[in-house]
């Protein structure tokens, strides 16, 4: 079946690091692939997405490249803020299967000052 | 937009007590779904409405959980004859169109449920 796996957090990073948060995925066909965000006390977020190969999804300075060959979705932000601080999610929707996403297990970032 | 609003916020039962959630989407949403979380990991599809037909439900969901969407507005989830393993966070979605189709979710903030 369908699934995602993340890298194994929790991510600690000083303000204005690199980020990357791997993540690939096992899907029949080409899904489209997400990133959503939860911060603390709120619902989750959608934060991009991309619904191709080679698409690039972008938003608040942080981007994601859809790779097929690699299976991959990896997020990354050249500088991060404290205030992006929160539980990160790769999920996949599958075709054929629009109705529903597939989540991996999420990434808890926190950034220092 | 006022956003997808769940409840209650907590709801703690006792072992074998039926329990309800309410999720109210936004208004102009037709698609609803349901996932639960546990702790430490991604949230798991339960079940999804299309206006009032459910037409999706995930092998998760036993024959001790049912749904609702009456008039395709708020949607209710009741988990008869709780457990423990019941113990997670409920969580509601809505969007206008499907997900592939550029449909994007919405998620409300969740529904913690504690089974002692």
């Known amino acids: 079946g369908d699934s995602v796996t993340q890298m194994e957090g929790p991510v600690t990073l000083s303000e204005e690091a690199f980020l990357t948060i791997n993540c690939t995925y096992t899907a029949t066909g080409y899904p489209s692939l997400f990133w959503y965000v939860q911060y603390p006390g709120e619902g989750l977020q959608l934060l991009l997405k991309?619904?191709?190969?080679?698409d690039k999804g972008s938003n608040k300075g942080f981007e994601a490249t859809y790779r097929k060959e690699t299976t991959s979705f990896h997020l990354e932000k050249g500088s991060v803020q404290v205030s992006d601080s929160a539980v990160y999610f790769c999920a996949l929707s599958a075709k054929g299967s629009a109705r529903q996403l597939t989540f991996g297990s999420g990434t808890q970032l926190t950034v220092l000052p | 937009d006022t956003g997808v609003s769940q409840n209650p916020r907590h709801k703690i039962t006792k072992r074998g007590q039926n329990v309800t959630f309410r999720c109210d989407p936004i208004s102009e949403h037709n698609r609803l779904y349901w996932y639960r979380q546990t702790l430490g990991q991604g949230p798991e599809f339960l079940t999804y409405f299309q206006n009032e037909a459910q037409l999706e439900k995930s092998r998760l969901l036993s024959d001790r959980f049912s749904a609702e969407r009456p008039k395709g507005s708020f949607s209710t989830l009741e988990i008869q004859r709780t457990e423990q393993g019941d113990s997670a966070m409920y969580l509601c979605?809505?969007?206008?169109?499907?997900?592939?189709?550029?449909?994007?979710?919405?998620f409300g903030s969740g529904t913690q449920l504690s089974v002692l």
């Open positions: 991309a619904t191709k190969a080679d």
């Open positions: 979605a809505s969007s206008l169109g499907g997900v592939t189709s550029g449909g994007k979710l919405f």
